[in-house]
């Protein structure tokens, strides 16, 4: 099974900031298949990225995601009020069971 | 617009039973594959089972083997978990959620329903 680490837990910024999440794998993620989602409070998750780089439909281009092999990064390059929320990294590039971080809560500073 | 609405959460008492329904619109629902995924209380994501279109491929967490069996009713639209001996550990909300650019049974996931709270409390 592969782990996810994500860091750092809390991430305290003020609207306007760059945002920089990280997700580490245990072991490599094949094909970089690894996919962000956004979850706000008494809401459902919804998926950003895919594929560790491609956003998904309707996602603002100020959300992107890097990465291979064992680490992983989602970027948001200028914060909005509404981009403050947990944020999880899953990995599907093997057999189940599929994985997710633990989750990086952004707050505003 | 696509919608998963989960049904039949509620309290049961340790080592009851209970059976979570998804009801889908809004896409062609034998195409895709299927996942429930959890959430206890103040806690992350935890993956639960999946189900691939044809009902062939299915895989559990392995904390859920054997206790959970997820299923599917493509003309009806339907994705269903049937929860057997539940432990007070399984207190968390259910989420169903549409699987796409699978990698040997595991997806990501495109969209998820609001979820049904399941608490296991005698």
């Known amino acids: 099974e592969i782990v996810l680490t994500q860091s750092p837990g809390t991430l305290s910024l003020s609207p306007g900031e760059r945002a920089t999440l990280s997700c580490r794998a245990s072991?490599?993620?094949?094909?970089?298949?690894l996919a962000w989602y956004q979850q706000k409070p008494g809401q459902a998750p919804r998926l950003l990225i895919y594929?560790?780089?491609s956003r998904a439909t309707d996602i603002p281009d100020r959300y992107s995601g890097s990465g291979s092999g064992t680490d992983f990064t989602l970027t948001i390059s200028r914060l909005e009020p509404e981009d403050f929320a947990v944020y999880y990294c899953?990995?599907?590039?093997?057999?189940?069971?599929?994985?997710f971080g633990q989750g990086t809560r952004l707050e505003i500073k | 617009d696509v919608q998963l609405v989960e049904s039949g959460g509620g309290l049961v008492n340790p080592g009851g039973s209970l059976r979570l329904s998804c009801a889908a619109s809004?896409?062609?629902?034998?195409?895709?594959?299927m996942n429930w995924v959890r959430q206890a209380p103040g806690k992350g994501l935890e993956w639960v089972a999946s189900?691939?279109?044809?009902?062939?491929?299915?895989f559990y967490a392995d904390s859920m083997k054997g206790r959970f069996t997820i299923s599917r009713d493509n003309a009806q639209k339907l994705v269903y978990l049937q929860m057997n001996s539940l432990r007070v550990e399984d207190t968390a909300v259910y989420h169903c959620?549409?699987?796409?650019?699978?990698?040997?049974?595991?997806?990501?996931?495109?969209?998820w329903g609001q979820g049904t709270l399941v608490t296991v409390s005698s």
């Open positions: 809004g896409f062609i629902f034998n195409t895709y594959s």
């Open positions: 959620a549409r699987g796409w650019g699978c990698s040997g049974g595991s997806c990501y996931l495109l969209d």
């Open positions: 594929g560790a780089s």
């Open positions: 899953q990995q599907y590039g093997s057999s189940p069971p599929i994985t």
């Open positions: 189900i691939n279109s044809g009902s062939n491929y299915i």
């Open positions: 072991q490599s993620v094949n094909s970089n298949h």
